[in-house]
Each structure stands twice: as C-alpha cells, then as structure tokens.
C-alpha cells in the first residue's frame, strides 16, 4: 500500500531557530501534499497544500512566512517553521494524494515540535 | 460547507463486543469517504476507503458502509480488542479542489 514517511519524528529546538519537517512518499508519485496542524485532544487543521512544481495554497489565518512550504518534486514536501516560538509547538502531520482522488489519502507519522 | 459530524466523541466498551462507529457529513456530492485510525502522538493510518460508487468495504474485523443519499457511513468493529483502542476520524472528500474534511473523531477505549 501507500506509504507516506515523515521525519524527524519529533524535535526540541530553541526559539528563535527554524526547522525542517520532510515529508515523503515511497511508493507513489504525490501530486498533492497537505500540511495538518494537531494540538492536543483536537482534530487535525489544515494549514496548506502544495501542489508540485507550484507555490503552497494557505489556509486563512496561517502565516506563509513562518510555514515555509516546498513541494519540489512528485516524492517529497518540506515544511520549515521559521524563527519558531513556544506557541509554534505541536504535532505536525503531512498527507499525501496521488493523481487519482479515487485512491484517498495517506498520512505520516507525524512530527511533534516542541520550542524551548 | 462541507460538515462531517462523529457521535458521541468517546465510548467505553467491554472486550468481546461488536460496536458501531457513526458518521455523518451534510454535502452528499462526495468523490469518496475514508475512515481513518490515530493512536495518541501518532499519525493516521487509513482504514477502509469507501469510494462514492460503493456501499461498503471490509477489512479483517472492520466493515465500513456508505449512505450517500442520506449522508452517513458506519464503521462496524467486530469482536473488539483492548488493541482497538484509539480515536476513529472518518473524512470525507469534496469539491473541486478535493480536500479531505474530518470529523472530530470517535475515542474508543476497550476494557480487558
């Protein structure tokens, strides 16, 4: 089946620093990546999508500048939170869809961020 | 919009019994419908996929069923396990720009 990998798994950094999550998928071409934000005992929110090859599509409210989004090829999509802060601690989950929405989605394992 | 609704948001059940997950979401025009499970700090991993032509998907102890017509899908666990345990999101995918809508998920805790 499909498989979606995300590392790291978890990261502590200081605040002021940025960081880099990687999402991606080993086994089929993601045309479509989505960058989900989870804070505790709440549903997933959806902060972009990116498309290859284009710039990232924001949600309202999310900040493009600090959520730094690339899509660069059909396997791989990074997320860089810049200059992080306390409240930018969370479980951060990518998804991936290939061509045919048919097929449905799959998720990383998430990466929980935590900024000291 | 797009709505997708889980009730009750937690359910405690006895090992051994069969239990009934339900969803339901307001915009029928759906291209299909995933059930999805998430174990505390982990990601989600897809359970069945139930495409908007279908009626329902099986997978081991999980039948998942689709009600396009009246907006609703079921997730039917047989013979539950303390494994079992772990929130059940069920989603739906909409709309020209096909993004998936969750529900708030289900909190399944099965006792020994």
């Known amino acids: 089946g499909a498989v979606v990998s995300q590392h790291p798994s978890w990261v502590i950094c200081k605040s002021g620093t940025s960081v880099k999550i990687e999402c991606r998928s080993l086994?089929?071409?993601?045309?479509?990546m989505f960058w989900y934000r989870q804070f505790p005992k709440q549903s997933l929110m959806l902060m972009a999508t990116?498309?290859?090859?284009?710039?990232?599509?924001?949600e309202q409210g999310v900040e493009k500048d600090k959520f730094l989004i690339n899509h660069a090829s059909l396997t791989l999509s990074t997320l860089t939170v810049t200059s992080a802060h306390p409240e930018d601690s969370s479980f951060y989950i990518c998804s991936a869809r290939g061509r045919k929405v048919v097929y449905g989605y799959t998720f990383g394992s998430g990466t929980r961020l935590t900024v000291v | 919009k797009q709505e997708v609704t889980q009730i009750p948001a937690a359910l405690s059940v006895p090992e051994g019994e069969n239990l009934v997950l339900n969803c339901s979401f307001t915009?029928?025009?759906?291209?299909?419908l995933q059930w999805f499970r998430q174990d505390p700090g982990k990601g989600l991993t897809s359970l069945l996929l139930?495409?908007?032509?279908?009626r329902e998907q099986t997978s081991g102890r999980l039948n998942a069923s689709l009600d396009k017509s009246s907006g609703r899908s079921t997730l039917y666990i047989a013979a539950s396990q303390p494994g079992d345990s772990a929130t059940y999101l069920c989603?739906?995918?909409?709309?020209?720009?096909?993004?998936?809508?969750f529900g708030k998920g289900i909190t399944l805790s099965v006792r020994p």
């Open positions: 915009d029928s025009a759906i291209y299909n």
């Open positions: 139930i495409q908007s032509s279908q």
């Open positions: 990116s498309n290859e090859g284009s710039k990232a599509t924001y």
């Open positions: 989603a739906v995918i909409t709309g020209a720009n096909s993004k998936l809508t």
């Open positions: 086994d089929f071409q993601a045309t479509t």
